[in-house]
């Protein structure tokens, strides 16, 4: 094998202290040469020489710096087991925080120890600690009958409403929710090696955020996004195209002097409920706007109300529930 310029095998201490106390074993068993026992390493024999003739006899091994605060690095350790046994993220910086907080308790200010990452990323190792991405739980991939039964009745919906009907991709919808949180959790987390799933949950408290409400016809086209905020104001308001229309039948709360601070994208409409979640009242004024289609939706308890499918009825739109484990799919 031709040789690259440049690209060279490096050894530890260790490494090569071995390689020189395995030599001398082969050499008093066998009588090996250093030129054979260095053809059987694949090392230069001129290096192996350097290794056993060095003035000061054969590399010694590297002492490692003993752990100054073995005791608080143990309680950190059963900080970060404890935090993911709850499902809560960890990163660098919470463990460098904790183990400062520790040391300051049971060792006071005047330490000089300041977790840097140089320590906290050999804390890590010492404890089989690894950074990893966040697993997801996977979608339901196995079904039972009455699953099956199901996702019949809703091909056959797709069959005769869409399919057999003709339907142009201009009358065909799909809507969906998503709760967008103000503050998002991370993509990585510390965890121990040999885990297969890393989950991640919202801390525990208020979980702030509002919620998005997004519909795509079949052809490409968005409608307009709807954003519901949490507020306890009184006003019942509405944003459209950058207009303040009040509502007279209130779908939601957000104060008019609220709302005029905005900077509302003519493409957004804004509401507010006391829980920033689609609830009745916004499906109900949702169905009224829309002309007579098919629309998909998921089986979220506001979509499969009755008044839901009378409202849609009567304006002629039919909507087809996706059932669970198809919401996803392809």
Not at 292 to 304: E, Y
Request: with cysteine; charged share 30%.
């Amino acid at each position: 094998m031709p040789k690259v310029r440049g690209c060279y095998n490096s050894y530890s201490e260790d490494e090569k202290r071995r390689a020189v106390d395995h030599y001398y074993e082969k050499k008093e068993r066998n009588g090996v040469t250093i030129r054979e026992f260095a053809h059987k390493l694949r090392i230069p024999k001129n290096t192996l020489f350097e290794w056993i003739n060095r003035p000061s006899g054969p590399p010694s091994l590297k002492r490692k710096r003993p752990v100054r605060f073995r005791a608080v690095e143990d309680e950190v350790y059963l900080y970060v087991l404890d935090q993911r046994y709850l499902g809560l993220e960890v990163r660098n910086s919470d463990i460098k925080e904790k183990t400062l907080e520790i040391v300051k308790r049971n060792h006071g200010e005047n330490t000089g120890f300041k977790a840097l990452d140089h320590w906290c990323c050999t804390f890590k190792k010492r404890y089989s600690l690894v950074t990893r991405a966040v697993t997801h739980t996977a979608r339901k991939t196995t079904f039972t009958a009455e699953d099956l039964e199901i996702h019949e009745k809703f091909f056959c919906a797709i069959e005769e409403h869409v399919n057999m009907a003709n339907l142009p991709k201009s009358r065909i919808l799909n809507m969906d929710q998503t709760m967008v949180r103000v503050v998002a959790l991370g993509k990585k987390t510390i965890s121990p090696i040999g885990v297969k799933e890393v989950s991640v949950s919202h801390p525990t408290g208020d979980k702030e955020g509002f919620t998005v409400n997004l519909t795509i016809r079949a052809d490409g086209f968005k409608y307009h996004a709807e954003v519901i905020f949490k507020t306890t104001a009184k006003a019942g308001v509405r944003v459209v195209d950058g207009w303040i229309i009040r509502l007279s039948n209130p779908a939601g709360v957000l104060s008019d002097a609220y709302i005029a601070k905005l900077n509302v994208p003519k493409n957004i409409v804004v509401r507010s409920a006391r829980k920033a979640w689609w609830n009745g009242r916004f499906d109900d004024d949702y169905v009224e706007n829309y002309p007579p289609t098919v629309i998909f939706r998921d089986k979220f308890s506001v979509h499969v109300r009755d008044e839901s499918f009378d409202a849609m009825e009567q304006r002629n739109v039919q909507q087809i529930v996706i059932p669970p484990g198809q919401v996803c799919s392809k």
